[in-house]
């Protein structure tokens, strides 16, 4: 219990995986101006990740280790991942229209997004079992929810300050992300 | 000019995938700690780059539309995982310092942005110097980027002390995760000057078309992608 509770918080907070792994960048900069969106967003990540992590340390386990086929992983991986991602938004469709309210629409921006990818190579990379890779992938997904949304609500007061030109937009943005990465390398004392 | 040369400085210089069009920025940001680093992964893509180009380009009349994305999706996570085998046997130690972000070439939205836009229209060999070109586009600017930052955080370039440190106290927080946002932040605050400059003398640039416009129109996995409008 000790373990998973210290691989949680390395994974949430220590080693961000925005601001200290750089995975998922598209939707941190581009599903960030609205406090709602990002939340939103950081939602229908902790889903996917949670359910993809566990698919594929299924999937590596009960397929590919017992075919002696491992190195086919990273095709596998992805296409399991779009195709559980069209699955879950249909099935969210079909019995839970409340959550799909909620989270339908950014679920199909999810499919490509790297972090999906990245947290099921790296459950392979560090050797993770089952349980570990699915508290490693929610705990990966909640670090996204609390980058997104902080990087969310600075971005809404930015709006209201003078900026110089050049660095208008995308540029001050990645400041903040830079500020809030130092903020978060304080954390790496912890673990 | 050439056909082909023109693919290939329309990759390197006029629609330069790091500086231009702003794409692949995850690795861009993770694997810029040193210049060696990013050299090493502007090559590997460089050659994913250019294979996928060349067998999209050489299947595109024998992949159905509707399921084009799918099939590019395994024909380039097929050579990801040749090159990664490569590496790991021949380049050990690089393979290890790129680690994850070697098989997250799959998902980088040059590769996919290329095939989409290019290779799936043009035949074989101007597909293969588009792959070329963009490719090492992406190389020097990785490369650059390295440059800078390990200079500035560490004194060296390519492992080699060229500051002493003597004198040079180095900034380590430029080979820490912070510094690359700082020296994306200044390169797209440096460009957003160059492209006002260039727009006066009537020489517009390439808009961008990456992440970093936090626009998904311009994705290259927008097909794939039915949610973006609401995300808005």
Redesign the interface.
């Known amino acids: 219990m000790k373990t998973l509770i210290l691989l949680a918080v390395g994974s949430a907070i220590v080693n961000n995986v925005v ?9 941190f ?3 960030s ?1 609205k406090t709602e ?1 990002a939340a939103g ?1 950081g939602g229908a990540v902790i889903f996917v990740i949670t359910i993809s992590s566990f698919v594929t340390a299924l999937i590596y386990k009960f397929i590919l280790t017992p075919l002696d086929i491992q ?2 992983k ?2 596998v991986y ?2 399991v991942i ?1 195709a559980l991602v069209q699955f879950v938004e249909m099935f969210l469709k079909k019995s839970m229209p409340a959550l799909y309210q909620s989270l ?6 999810i ?4 972090a999906v ?2 947290v099921a ?2 459950n392979v ?1 560090k050797e993770y079992n089952i349980l570990e890779s699915v508290v490693n992938g929610f705990a990966t997904a909640v670090g996204f929810f609390i980058a997104i949304t902080i990087m969310a609500g600075i971005r809404e007061k930015i709006e209201y300050n003078d900026i ?9 943005v ?2 903040t ?3 809030m ?2 903020a978060f ?1 304080g954390f790496s004392g912890m673990i | 000019m050439n056909k082909n040369v023109e693919r290939l400085y329309n990759g390197i210089v006029k629609e330069n995938p790091t500086f231009v069009l702003m794409l692949g920025m995850c690795p861009t940001l993770a694997v810029t700690t040193a210049a060696i680093n990013g050299l090493g992964m502007g090559l590997s893509t460089t050659v994913v780059l250019i294979l996928s180009n060349m067998l999209i380009s050489a299947f595109r009349k024998v992949i159905p539309n509707g399921v084009r994305m799918p099939a590019y999706i395994v024909i380039v996570a097929s050579l990801v995982t040749i090159v990664e085998f490569f590496m790991k046997a021949y380049t050990p130690s690089l393979a290890s310092a790129l680690g994850v972000y070697i098989p997250l070439i799959v998902v980088n939205c040059i590769i996919l942005g290329r095939a989409e836009s290019y290779a799936s229209k043009n035949p074989v060999v101007p597909s293969i110097f588009d792959g070329i070109g963009m490719g090492l586009g992406f190389t020097v600017g990785l490369t650059s980027i390295g440059i800078v930052r390990e200079i500035l955080g560490a004194g060296q370039l390519f492992g080699h002390q060229i500051l002493s440190l003597d004198w040079f106290t180095p900034i380590t927080i430029f080979v820490m995760a912070p510094g690359a946002f700082l020296v994306l932040a200044f390169l797209v605050a440096g460009m957003n000057i160059i492209r006002k400059k260039m727009d006066e003398k009537g020489k517009p640039l390439a808009s961008p078309s990456g992440c970093l416009t936090g626009d998904c129109a311009s994705c290259s996995q927008s097909s794939m992608c039915t949610g973006k409008k609401e995300a808005e």
Do not use: D, E, R, W
Not at chain 1, 104 to 109: I, M, R, S, T, W
């Open positions: 601001l200290s792994q750089f995975l998922g960048i598209c939707p900069l581009g599903v101006k969106t967003m190195y086919l990273t095709i992805i296409l779009a339908g629409v950014y679920l199909p921006l499919t490509t997004n790297c990818l990245g190579l790296t990379t110089p030109k050049p660095f208008q937009g995308t540029a001050i990645l400041i992300a830079c500020l990465s130092i390398m």
